[in-house]
């Protein structure tokens, strides 16, 4: 595990969301809240609709307004709100501070200017370097992420790289000014196995040498085995749980986590009938009353159709948004 | 000895490659599928795993007659699949039916869900007489786990999971002997995903059915098959059972896929041995001489350059198309 700094670099407190549609308004962040310290990988687990993407841009500024409204909450980087920076501010700290890399590497970049353009153009609006200047930086940045012969594949467009040195490509642009936090969402899940393997390499490496915090969005839970320090499991826009990988994985505090472990396909399961979570998730249009997953779970009681579970501790680190999570914990024991 | 439902021989598709606006050129040919053999044995799964642009969908296509083999053969119960035309090849196509990978587009947007399910009768109309379609579109969506009475609503009323249900409910229709699953389950959310392919398995069990099953997902294809071939860049590089491939895997391919996997325990972080392959996938337009591997394969000498390695039984006895083949065990 890599050595967590102290330093607290981003806390995102009881973050609302709602998307104003024609079919009504969809809750799609319902108080999110989580922090990510200097060199911690913070992984953020969850289904599609879960709001995992939403927070992640809301964090970055590039929510979509309409339909998306910031209702309530803080995120606070380094001690400074962003939801009440200015337009300008927020501006500075984009890329310089915080950076983001997006899942499709192909329609992130732009297909009529050349990878090595778009990776100097932030170098020269921001930094004022040369043309020149920011060539040979440009090309310092792909030979970083490991583009082979650099100095030529600066002037390709994107459709002439593969999946893998898009994403690669994509990496060196989110730290040409240096942040100190990357938010990577779902960065590998368009490639291919022994690619992927290379890219979390990657991005492992670069964030050891930097001492940067990521988050890492993925539903992938075997690549967050491999590279996250803390997890945070996302459901209906809500943060179910959120705990120390080894934890979670040994001993889930929430029915949720538990049963999308369960649903993996395992080895000494083989040819059995795989665990299932029933029905689906909520429409975010109409999230049922009490704790939003009681429908699907195998534990639901009375309590949890009436009352909303609060994210309470669950001893060092640990939080749960369960009614029964200790009893949880300790049936995976 | 009990017979294979298919059996594939030499199979290959090349796509050509032509430049020129008025008089076009063919200026080299996209070898998607190159010399693919196996056999599909009654009731049993096979799968067929491998990275983008290696040619399992092609050979999906190929085998569904949806694109005509450059050359190669199969055989479906001692019939040449090749060969069949008119009104012999509409009834074997009702032997074997496709799931797509994608459930957004894979099902027509203006039409029911009963049509959708429906269409295929409207073509063999002997299988079910008119007046009998309307129960047998309820039966066949009830098989697959949804509510008959939703046989009127559009697919956009349905989530991703269930309308890969009705996919599966429209290559059920006809009563075929072999479904090819094109990566069924590949854009479903986890929780989904295991629904789905606890359906494929109790389906199998009910209907007998034999599966091709492709996947780039290597957990999910060791769960459902009982036999596994690896491609890379148009050839089987190593085939057999689920234990010999995840087991004792021989081809380096093989090996350095399955150490790519993630596993799921934080436990093991750090522990395992992971084979780091350098570089992409080369371009099927012009693959390397000899072994297709050779140029990202760790044990690549002279002759993987020279000679082709054939697909053959070498270590333990299973087939394997590797001049250095090893048994290597990768997984934890």
Known sequence: ?333 | MVEPILSVRELVKHFPVRQGVLFKRTIGQVKAVDGVSFDLMPGETLGVVGESGCGKSTLAQVLMRLEEPTSGAATFEDRDLFKLRGAELRRMRREIQIVLQDPYTSLNPRMTVGDIVGEPFEIHSDVAPKGSRVTKVQELLEVVGLNPEHANRYPHQFSGGQRQRIGIARALALRPKVIICDEPVSALDVSIQAQVMNLLGELQGEFGLSYVFIAHDLGVVRHLSNRVAVMYLGKIVEIGTEDEIYERPSHPYTQALLSAVPVADPAVRGQRQVIRLEGDVPSPLDPPSGCRFRTRCWKAADICATETPALEPRTDGHLSACHFAEVRSVVP
Do not use: W
Request: with cysteine; charged share 25%.
């Open chain 1, 1 to 333: 595990m890599s050595t967590v700094d102290d330093e607290l670099l981003l806390e995102v407190d009881d973050l609302h969301v709602e998307f104003r549609t024609s079919d009504g308004v969809a809750n799609v962040l319902n108080g999110v809240g989580y922090s990510v310290h200097a060199g911690e990988t913070l992984a953020v687990l969850g289904e599609s609709g879960s709001g995992k993407s939403v927070t992640a841009q809301t964090i970055m500024g590039i929510l979509d307004t309409p339909p998306g409204v910031v209702t309530g909450g803080a995120i606070r980087y380094r001690g400074e709100d962003l939801l009440t920076a200015s337009p300008v501010r927020r501006r500075e700290l984009r890329g310089s501070e915080i950076a983001m890399i997006f899942q499709d590497a192909l329609s992130a970049l732009n297909p009529v200017f050349t990878v090595g353009f778009q990776i100097e153009e932030q170098l020269r609006v921001r930094q004022g370097l040369s043309r020149k200047d920011a060539r040979a930086r440009a090309i310092e940045l792909l030979e970083l992420v490991r583009i082979p012969a650099a100095a030529r594949r600066v002037k390709d467009y994107p459709h002439q790289f593969s999946g893998g040195m898009r994403q690669r490509a994509m990496i060196a642009m989110s730290l040409a000014l240096d942040p100190d936090l990357l938010i990577a969402d779902e960065p590998t899940t368009a490639l291919d196995v022994t690619v992927q393997a290379q890219i979390m390499d990657l991005l492992a490496e670069i964030q050891r040498e930097r001492r940067m915090g990521l988050i890492l969005i993925t539903h992938d839970l075997g690549v967050v085995a491999e590279v996250a320090d803390r997890i945070a499991v996302m459901y209906a826009g809500r943060i179910v749980e959120q705990a120390d990988v080894r934890e979670l994985f040994s001993s889930p505090g929430h029915p949720y986590t538990a049963a999308l472990m369960d649903s993996l396909p395992r080895l000494d399961l083989k040819g059995q009938t795989l665990e299932t979570i029933k029905g689906l998730p909520p429409s975010l249009l109409d999230i049922p009353p009490g704790c939003p997953f009681h429908p699907r779970c195998k534990r639901a009681e009375q309590s949890c159709r009436e009352e909303r579970p609060s994210l309470h501790r669950l001893g060092f680190g640990r939080v749960s948004a369960c009614h029964f999570a200790e009893e949880v914990v300790e049936s995976r024991g």
